[in-house]
Structures are given as structure tokens and as C-alpha cells.
């Protein structure tokens, strides 16, 4: 099996990002994008999803985080697109229900190649740290698009924004590494009947 790793750059007037991606990795993190809570939420998807994850991000945050925000996921999906491959010898789907204190949240994904964004995520405040909630929902929507998922988060219950958020993270994490392990007893064959995702 071909290793499956990939390198993104992307380069825009509003941000300068490099992603280098190792689905077959241990979790090993290197990221830094200039805004505390985001890094802390992208070491999480690496650690546990066990995909190898560098990320060097420069933006326009003296505006605000949005842009360096999107185009994050932007490229972290374009990353993991491009190490899928042809997605063949993938489970492709996965699901996890993960809690943190008080907050439970349920991401079901399908690595499909038909990206859609399904987010019932709620926050009673607007800012965690420095960083707007509201863009949270602007990170996975760039993620699914580029990396061509289906993605549904649901937050079932919690008070705690922080760990609302985490779970999200956490919970997508855990979903991809089940669903973009190779299947033993599929191992070069194109998980759908059509033959292609």
C-alpha cells in the first residue's frame, strides 16, 4: 500500500499556510497558527485520530480569525483529500460519541467525496479565548467541503463551551480514524458499488 501522506500550501493575500498530512501516523502534532484555542483544537483532531498533522499558519488576524480560521480547514482537507487517494481499502464510515464532564457529542461522518455539513452545535458565548464560537462551524464546514466528507455534529447536551467544542474536535478525530483505516478483508477495493467515491 502506497503511503498516504500529503503536503498542501496555500497562499492567499489574506493567509500564508502549510499543511503536511500522515494518515497512517501516531498522532504527532506540530502546529502553530497564531490563535491559542484553534492549535489547542487541531492537536486534539491529530492526536486522536492518530493522522500525523504539521501546520504553519500565518493571517490576517489583526482583522479578526476568520480567515486564517476557514482557510486552515481548507487546507487541512485539501491534505487529507489528496492522501486518501482514490479512497480505496478505506471502512469509510465512522462514528463516535464522545463526552467531557457535563457535554456529550455525537459526529457521524461518510468519506463519500460529497462533501455536505450537517452542524447542530449551539454556544452560549460568543468568544472562547480570543476566538469567536461562531467560527468553529466555519472550520468544519471548510474541513468537509475540501476533504469531501459528509459530516454530521450534534451536540446532545453540555454548559461548558469549551468542552462543547473539544468534543466536536475529539469526536470528529475519532470518527475519521476508523473510517479512513484500511479494511483487511477489502484491501484495494473501492468501498461503494459504483466503484469510485
Not at 491559542?36 to 504539521?54: A, W
Not at 469531501?148 to 462543547?164: Q, S
Request: with cysteine.
Amino acid at each position: 500500500m502506497a503511503e498516504r501522506k500529503a503536503s498542501v500550501a496555500r497562499k492567499t493575500k489574506e493567509t500564508d499556510i502549510a499543511v503536511a498530512v500522515n494518515l497512517d501516523g501516531t498522532g504527532a502534532y506540530k502546529v502553530s497558527t497564531g490563535v491559542g484555542f484553534l492549535d489547542h483544537m487541531l492537536e486534539q483532531l491529530s492526536r486522536h485520530s492518530l493522522m500525523d498533522l504539521e501546520v504553519q499558519a500565518r493571517g490576517d488576524i489583526h482583522i479578526d480569525f476568520h480567515h486564517l480560521t476557514e482557510d486552515t480547514g481548507i487546507a487541512i482537507g485539501q491534505a487529507v483529500a489528496q492522501a486518501l487517494g482514490e479512497r480505496a481499502g478505506i471502512r469509510r464510515y465512522g462514528d463516535a460519541l464522545i463526552p467531557m464532564d457535563e457535554a456529550l457529542t455525537r459526529v457521524a461522518l461518510d468519506i463519500s467525496n460529497r462533501p455536505y455539513l450537517v452542524w447542530k452545535v449551539q454556544f452560549t458565548k460568543p468568544k472562547l479565548g480570543d476566538m469567536d464560537t461562531e467560527l468553529f462551524k466555519e472550520w468544519f464546514q471548510a474541513f468537509a467541503q475540501n476533504a469531501g466528507i459528509t459530516l454530521h455534529v450534534e451536540n446532545l447536551y453540555g454548559e461548558n463551551n469549551h468542552h462543547i467544542v473539544e468534543t466536536c474536535y475529539k469526536g470528529l478525530a475519532r470518527a475519521l480514524r476508523h473510517a479512513m483505516s484500511l479494511d483487511a478483508r477489502m484491501p484495494h477495493a473501492v468501498p461503494s458499488t459504483k466503484g469510485t467515491l
